[in-house]
């Protein structure tokens, strides 16, 4: 990753201090080995003894990988080997002593993984038409954000041609001005940090001149065409209330001539051909908005009459194999927009995207069992998408409380949240989603840029721990007034216990006031039978002091039989040192 997280200055007549901390990828594979940049400011000239000390650690202490190193050059390079067989999150950790004494630290993470699927954290691209800039800057500054997927949107010149050849070209039919090599610069930047570039395209979707080519529309059940221009309609419905005709819907079934030419222009969007201008490592494949009863309808199918969203995840599971066929790392998912078809793509897309709307859940205590409840089935990644202009009254950027709140609920659920992307390289500056239309995308407020910053570092730390394919959702007899608790058991022994503080707070798309924070908290979770607590640390992003998870006061008292019926090994009375908004509770047991 990128970014110096926590630095502790010790001895002012120091000599030099950490810089900054950077590892060249936001994720690597088990056995990798990640280089680990430290840059240094001298102060004085003077005779001393600095030394570097660099390790790569688990929260709870377990050191991995530790090297030492003298006469330090202004940037240190350091490889860190990571384990052949674990995953998880990892701290590197760098430390500086001068005479015997520490002056300096910093800390980062990384996250290991053999699918980093299980550990998504996405942002975006939107804007193509700005040619000169630092690309390794961008790419910087989302892993910085510890993002390690991001989505490219509308980089295409039309719905249905998503592999261009020429160097520029406009996006049909709105005439937007699109540089190719500006969307090839920001992949191989994005690449060479270990990220993830998915391809936004269409389910459905054809463009006027693409559909001119291949007619073969998805209809309604008496067989007429069925289009797109903000709704879903039939082409002759459009006409008749003198709407334009944005998209037009297709036929993509199996046996659909469509079908075939869809799939075959997929294809190129992958591949390394130099015939094509750049290529992806998946898709986030779009749709337009469905009730979940919809029916596919097309001319001569045998499909019609079946389930849309049946039909979609055909072709979604068809796109997927194709693409983890010629890519590695690679993922797709499908946009459930408001839920739709969300049970069908279980186990067909990778990770699963949910965009919400607050006409469909606008509670934070919603967001939470969204997250919680579609993961349940698989253990499978929960990306959330929610936007500040669905706010009552609308926003264009999220009020900070609404942000940490929306984050909170997400994590709350073992879920993650898409909000940042399109960088400002030479302001520092990431911007934020603002509408279901990237490009009006506004910029952050550092409060914002550092509130999405450590929710997302604390949920890389405890990478298959809270969430991840071995982390199952656990039900458990955990209350505490005026929160929201979930509970997750994980295959390396461990127990997340997540609290989201709702307090007064309803809604996440109305104004929210922050809570004073609570303090010296008792929390008491039934241990399931034949689990023996062994440590206990409690973790926030709401608290620089508790970024890292640390130890806490706790007590252990008889078993007995909860509200479920379930036998309990004995009660966990756990001292929440410090809770605001979200925190968890980490139960290492055997």
């Not at 930047?189 to 001149?209: E, F």
């Not at 979770?525 to 709401?542: C, E, F």
């Not at 008889?558 to 509200?563: L, N, P």
Request: charged share 25%; hydrophobic share 40%; net charge negative.
């Amino acid at each position: 990753m990128c970014a110096l997280i926590v630095c502790m200055c010790g001895d002012a007549g120091a000599t030099v201090r950490i810089q900054s901390l950077t590892a060249d990828r936001v994720w690597v594979r088990p056995g990798e080995t990640a280089s680990v940049a430290v840059a240094f400011q001298f102060f004085d000239s003077s005779p001393s003894d600095p030394s570097l000390s660099v390790r790569l650690k688990r929260f709870d202490g377990e050191i991995v990988f530790s090297q030492q190193m003298a006469n330090l050059p202004e940037t240190a390079h350091v490889p860190v080997p990571t384990p052949d067989l674990r995953e998880g999150g990892y701290l590197i950790e760098a430390t500086l002593e001068e005479n015997g004494a520490v002056t300096d630290a910093a800390r980062e993470v990384l996250t290991v993984a053999r699918n980093i699927s299980d550990d998504l954290r996405y942002g975006f691209y939107a804007n193509w038409d700005k040619p000169g800039a630092d690309y390794d800057r961008k790419a910087g500054l989302f892993a910085r954000l510890h993002i390690n997927a991001i989505e490219y949107y509308d980089y295409f010149p039309a719905h249905g041609r998503y592999a261009p050849t020429a160097a520029v070209y406009t996006y049909e039919p709105f005439g937007i001005r699109i540089l190719g090599d500006d969307v090839r610069r920001k992949i191989e930047s994005a690449r060479r940090r270990g990220i993830l570039s998915i391809a936004y395209v269409a389910a459905y979707a054809a463009s006027r001149s693409v559909y001119e080519r291949y007619p073969y529309p998805m209809t309604d059940a008496a067989g007429t065409p069925r289009i797109f221009n903000g709704s879903v309609m039939t082409e002759s419905e459009a006409k008749r209330r003198g709407k334009p005709v944005w998209f037009h819907l297709m036929a993509i079934d199996r046996d659909s001539k469509w079908r075939a030419y869809i799939m075959d222009e997929f294809r190129r969007a992958l591949d390394d051909s130099p015939a094509d201008i750049f290529s992806f490592d998946g898709f986030e494949i779009d749709s337009y908005g469905h009730d979940r009863n919809d029916r596919y309808y097309s001319r001569g199918s045998r499909h019609s009459g079946r389930l849309l969203s049946d039909v979609i995840m055909e072709l979604v599971t068809d796109v997927r194999v194709m693409t983890h066929g010629m890519k590695d790392p690679a993922a797709v998912s499908f946009n459930c927009v408001d839920e739709y078809g969300i049970e069908s793509m279980y186990g067909a897309v990778d990770f699963l995207f949910i965009e919400n709307w607050a006409s469909h859940k606008s509670r934070l205590e919603d967001l939470v069992d969204i997250c919680f409840r579609h993961r349940r089935p698989n253990n499978q990644r929960v990306i959330l998408k929610v936007y500040p202009a669905d706010m009552k009254p609308a926003r264009k950027s999220w009020p900070a409380e609404n942000l940490r709140y929306v984050l909170a609920a997400a994590l709350t659920g073992g879920g993650s949240v898409m909000v940042a992307g399109e960088p400002a390289e030479r302001r520092g500056e990431m911007h934020a989603l603002n509408s279901l239309y990237y490009p009006d995308n506004v910029a952050m407020s550092n409060e914002n840029f550092d509130i999405l910053r450590n929710y997302n570092f604390l949920d890389a730390l405890l990478y298959r721990i809270t969430h991840g394919s071995n982390v199952r959702n656990l039900e458990t007899d955990v209350r505490l007034p005026g929160c929201v608790v979930r509970s997750f058991d994980s295959d390396e022994g461990w127990m997340a216990v997540q609290i989201l503080r709702t307090g007064g707070n309803r809604d996440w798309c109305r104004p929210i006031a922050p809570p004073d924070p609570l303090t010296d908290t008792e929390l008491v979770v039934p241990m399931p039978a034949g689990k023996r607590p062994l440590h206990i640390y409690y973790a926030s992003p709401d608290s620089d002091e508790f970024l890292i998870p640390r130890p806490v006061d706790w007590t252990l008292s008889a078993g007995r039989v909860s509200a479920s019926g379930a036998p309990s090994a004995g009660q966990v009375h756990a001292r929440i040192p410090n809770l605001t908004v979200f925190g968890v509770v980490l139960i290492r047991y055997e």
